[in-house]
């Protein structure tokens, strides 16, 4: 199984400024099929990046999702007052799919 | 629209069995994988069980090997979990997910969740 390690636990921000999130897979995840999802209270989460790299249906260009093999990177460019949620990272390249553990970015 | 609908939820008691079911709609169900994700309290995501497609393939967490079954009718546009042997930590919110293509990838429909409580 591949464990998915998130850090930081927690991101504490103001609106406008950029929001770095890491997501670091105990081993390689195969093809970088890695995705990046947000979480709002009382809401399922919503796809945000897939293939590590590629932007979902919808959503904003001031999301983008970096990285490769075990090391990967959910950027927020200027945070807007909508984007104070958990965030978890996902591999899907391997048969038993896993989560990260989320990063909470709060104001 | 494309929708997700889970029911079946409730409580039951440890030891005990639970269906949880999900209807699809707005979209062609039979072409693609679809899982089974939970939540417990205050708690992150957690993958249970995916099933193909044509419903011959199916993966399960450690967790729940050998007590859950996922299953699906295509005639009926709808996914199952059977659950026997529940146990407190079972208890959680269960989504139901569709995956982007018939034999896997991310997860981009969710439903809203159905609520799962295990205790006595």
């Given at each position: 199984e591949i464990v998915l390690t998130q850090s930081p636990g927690t991101l504490s921000l103001s609106p406008g400024e950029r929001a770095t999130l890491s997501c670091r897979a105990s081993q390689i995840v195969s093809s970088n099929y890695l995705a990046w999802y947000q979480q709002k209270p009382g809401q399922a989460p919503r796809l945000l990046i897939f293939g590590a790299s590629s932007r979902a249906?919808?959503?904003?260009?001031?999301f983008s999702g970096s990285g490769s093999a075990t090391d990967f990177t959910l950027t927020i460019s200027r945070l807007e007052p909508e984007d104070f949620a958990v965030y978890y990272c996902q591999q899907y390249?391997?048969?038993?799919l896993t989560f990260g553990g989320g990063t909470k970015v709060e104001i | 629209e494309v929708q997700l609908l889970e029911s079946g939820g409730g409580l039951v008691q440890p030891g005990g069995s639970l269906r949880l079911s999900c209807a699809a709609s707005g979209?062609?169900?039979?072409i693609y994988s679809m899982s089974w994700v939970r939540q417990a309290p205050g708690k992150g995501l957690d993958w249970v069980s995916a099933l193909s497609g044509s419903g011959t393939t199916t993966y399960y967490a450690d967790s729940v090997k050998g007590r859950f079954t996922i299953s699906r009718d295509n005639s009926k546009d709808t996914l199952y979990l059977e659950m026997s042997s529940l146990r407190a930590e079972d208890t959680a919110v269960y989504y139901c997910a569709k995956q982007h293509s018939w034999n896997g990838g991310p997860f981009d429909i969710w439903g809203q969740g159905a609520m799962v409580t295990v205790s006595s």
């Open positions: 249906t919808g959503i904003p260009d001031r390249g391997s048969a038993l | 979209f062609t169900f039979g």
